[in-house]
C-alpha cells in the first residue's frame, strides 16, 4: 500500500505519478520532466479513461497512459495532480492514504490549514506541515508575481497590495486557447473592425470560456463569481498572497483581466512597505531573488512582456517606480509563464524538495545533516537549469 518506489539511500528514486498528463499543464509539466535534473525512478502517466492507453513520451521513455484508479497510487511516492478541483478534492487523498505525498495543482486545498501552500522561493519550510500528506501549489496568477513580491517584502515588510491582471487565454485551458487562435482567424485581415460598438462581437462567434470577445479585447473578468462584485480569481490572489507570505491581515485588492495572449499572465503591481523604498533598492532586492529577472531599462525600450516572457522559467520584472505620492510604494510590472511558474514548474519545484527529504530520511543522519540536507534540496532546485534539451514533442 504504501509509496516504496525504490528504496535504499544513496540511490533512491521515488517513483512519481503525474495525474492529468494529457492536459494542458500536464504536456508542460512532461517537457520540464524531461529536461529537468531527473530524480525520479518510475514515472507513471495517469489520466482519465477517456486518455487511458495513449502513450506519452518522458524522459525520452514512451510511457503509456493508465487510467485514474486507486491502482495508479500503488507503489508510488510523490503524485503530482494537474486536474480540475473535483478530481484533486477525491482523488489527492487517496494518493495520500497510499503513502504518497501528494502535490496538487487544484484549488481544491489551497486554503485548508491542514495543507501547506507553498512556494520554494518563499516558503520551503510550511512544506514538512503536511498533516494530510497534501502540498498544495498556487493559482497561476498568484504565483506569477508572488516570487518579486515575497523578496520585496523578505527586504522591507510588505503592508499592502493593489494589483492589476493581464492574464493569458491558456489559464482557461485548451479551449481558452482554441477559443482566442479561433476569434484571431475571423477578425484577421479585416482592417474596419474595432470601430464600432459590437462590430467584433458579430465577428468572432462563439465566446467558449470567456464572457465577452477577446480577440481585439479586454476581458475584465477571469473565474466564477463570488460576493460583492469580487471574482473567485481576486479572492485568490488576496487569500493565497496572504497565506504563501505568513501575512493573514495583509491588505490586498485586485482587478483580474484577461488579455488577448496565448500564454504567461502579466500583473501591475502597486505595493506598499513598512518603509521608504528607492527604486535602486528595489532593483537591488530583485536582482538578487533566485527565480526572479529585472529587464528594466524604458529608455531602451526593455521591460517583460508576454511574447518575449513566454516559454520561460523565471518571473520577468520591469517598469519599477517609486510612488510620486509615497516613498514606501513600489510601481513594478512583472510576467511569468501561467503554465510553467504558473502551474508545472512550481509542482515540479514543490515535488523535488519532496524527493530530496524521502531521500535524505533514508540516509543516515547525524544532528544537523536534515537541515543541511534541506538547504541544499532548495538551493538545487531553485537553480531549475535545464540540464537537457527539450525531446521532440510528445507523440500522443
Ligand atoms: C486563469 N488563473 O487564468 C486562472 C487559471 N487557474 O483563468
Redesign the pocket.
Known amino acids: 500500500m504504501s509509496g516504496t518506489g525504490s528504496t535504499g539511500a544513496p540511490g533512491f528514486r521515488p517513483a512519481l505519478a503525474v495525474v492529468g498528463a494529457t492536459g494542458a499543464v500536464g504536456t508542460v509539466m512532461l517537457d520540464l520532466l524531461s529536461t529537468r535534473e531527473d530524480v525520479w525512478g518510475e514515472i507513471r502517466l495517469v489520466a482519465s479513461p477517456r486518455s487511458a492507453g495513449r502513450r506519452l513520451t518522458v524522459r525520452g521513455r514512451e510511457t503509456e497512459v493508465v487510467a485514474l484508479s486507486q491502482d495508479a497510487f500503488d507503489g508510488i511516492d510523490v503524485a503530482m495532480f494537474d486536474v480540475p478541483d473535483e478530481v484533486s478534492a477525491a482523488w489527492a487523498p487517496v494518493a495520500a492514504g497510499y503513502g504518497a505525498v501528494a502535490v496538487d495543482n487544484s484549488g481544491a486545498f489551497r486554503m485548508d490549514p491542514e495543507v501547506p501552500l507553498v512556494v520554494p522561493e518563499i516558503n520551503p519550510e510550511q512544506l514538512a506541515n503536511r498533516p494530510k500528506g497534501i502540498v498544495a501549489n498556487a493559482?497561476?496568477?498568484t504565483l506569477s508575481m508572488i516570487v518579486a513580491v515575497g523578496a520585496l517584502h523578505r527586504a522591507f515588510g510588505l503592508q499592502e497590495m493593489v494589483v492589476a491582471s493581464y492574464?493569458a487565454a491558456s489559464?482557461?485551458g485548451q479551449a481558452g486557447i482554441d477559443t482566442l487562435y479561433a476569434q484571431l482567424d475571423k477578425v484577421a485581415g479585416t482592417r474596419s473592425l474595432g470601430q464600432r460598438a459590437g462590430d467584433v462581437r458579430s465577428v468572432v462567434g462563439e465566446l467558449g470560456p470567456f464572457p465577452a470577445p477577446l480577440a481585439m479585447n479586454v476581458v475584465p473578468w477571469?473565474?466564477s463569481l463570488k460576493a460583492d462584485g469580487w471574482s473567485s480569481?481576486e479572492l485568490k490572489i488576496r487569500n493565497e498572497s496572504r497565506k504563501i507570505l505568513g501575512l493573514p491581515t495583509l491588505k490586498v485588492s485586485a482587478t483580474c483581466v484577461r488579455v488577448p495572449v496565448v500564454t504567461t499572465?502579466s500583473v501591475a503591481v502597486h505595493a506598499t512597505f513598512s518603509r521608504p523604498v528607492s527604486r535602486e533598492q528595489a532593483w537591488e532586492v530583485l536582482r538578487a531573488a533566485p527565480g526572479v529577472v529585472v529587464a528594466d531599462d524604458p529608455a531602451a525600450g526593455e521591460f517583460p512582456t508576454p511574447v518575449d516572457v513566454v516559454g520561460t522559467d523565471p518571473s520577468w520584472v520591469g517598469r519599477v517606480r517609486q510612488s510620486l505620492d509615497d516613498p514606501r510604494t513600489i510601481e513594478l510590472f512583472v510576467c511569468g509563464d501561467?503554465l510553467r511558474k504558473g502551474a508545472a514548474l512550481n509542482t515540479a519545484q514543490i515535488a523535488e524538495l519532496v524527493a530530496a527529504e524521502l531521500g535524505s530520511r533514508l540516509l543516515p543522519n547525524p544532528a544537523g545533516s536534515g537541515t543541511r540536507a534541506a538547504s541544499f534540496a532548495v538551493a538545487l532546485v531553485l537553480a531549475s537549469r535545464p540540464v537537457m534539451p527539450s525531446p521532440p514533442e510528445p507523440d500522443g
Do not use: D, R, S, V
Request: hydrophobic letters at 20%; one cysteine or more; aromatic letters at 0%.
Open positions: 493559482n497561476c496568477t492574464q489559464g482557461a477571469a473565474g480569481e499572465h501561467n
